[in-house]
């Protein structure tokens, strides 16, 4: 069936370094845009990054540009987020998700906290 | 950026009753707006898109519409698996794609 499971959060501390990754299967990966969303303990949904079908587009939230890289290997369906300089506001569960127009398969996400 | 708003913030109803939530955009999102339900320890799933349309496999008593800036996610009869929280999306000025802070539906 259709699936992603998202994978490598952890506890790191202020200033550290995460990748998370996910994994999808059931679906023609090289098709679609991937996307990274996450959701700070408590709160709502935020918007991360995408990629495009090829790994050739790229968007960040302002939020997170300059620290944050989004890559994918459609030879093995994965999609990566590489999050580098970690802040406390980065803690949250991260969700990657396949973009149809709207975000409409999710991971079952993974929590990154970022404490010292 | 546009800025959803939604209301109410929570929502205390009984099973078999009717749920009406909103969401506002601060800008005209033309029909760009998408609905998801979250329930705890869960991922959020899309119920909605493009305003009106149901998602697959999302039940017949759940309904969107609106357009422009004025948006509404109807419950026609809550049953017992629909108290979640539920989220409004836009994504009109894609990539920057922003969601509402979320409705809670609780039972009453």
């Known amino acids: 069936q259709v699936q992603l499971v998202d994978s490598g959060g952890g506890l790191v501390k202020p200033g550290g370094s995460l990748r998370l990754s996910c994994a999808a299967s059931?679906?023609?990966?090289?098709?679609?845009?991937m996307t990274w969303i996450r959701q700070a303990p408590g709160k709502g949904l935020e918007w991360v990054s995408y990629?495009?079908?090829?790994?050739?587009?790229?968007y960040y939230a302002d939020s997170v540009k300059g620290r944050f890289t989004i890559s994918r290997d459609n030879a093995k369906n994965l999609v990566y987020l590489q999050m580098n300089s970690l802040r406390a506001e980065d803690t949250a569960v991260y969700y990657c998700?396949?973009?149809?127009?709207?975000?409409?398969?999710w991971g079952r996400g993974t929590l990154v906290t970022v404490s010292s | 950026e546009i800025v959803l708003t939604q209301s109410p913030v929570t929502l205390s109803l009984s099973p078999g009753e009717r749920a009406t939530l909103s969401c506002r955009a601060s800008?005209?999102?033309?029909?760009?707006l998408a609905w998801y339900q979250q329930k705890p320890g869960q991922a959020p799933r899309l119920l909605i898109y493009?305003?009106?349309n149901r998602a697959t496999g999302i039940p017949a008593r759940f309904s969107g519409s609106g357009s422009g800036t004025d948006f509404t996610l109807t419950i026609s009869s809550l049953e017992p698996e629909d108290f979640a929280v539920y989220y409004c999306q836009q994504r009109s000025n894609w990539p920057l794609i922003t969601f509402g802070p979320g409705t809670k539906v609780d039972i009453k």
């Open positions: 998700a396949r973009e149809n127009w709207y975000p409409d398969i």
């Open positions: 990629i495009s079908n090829g790994g050739d587009s790229i």
């Open positions: 059931g679906f023609t990966f090289s098709d679609y845009y």
């Open positions: 800008q005209s999102v033309s029909s760009y």
């Open positions: 493009g305003a009106s």
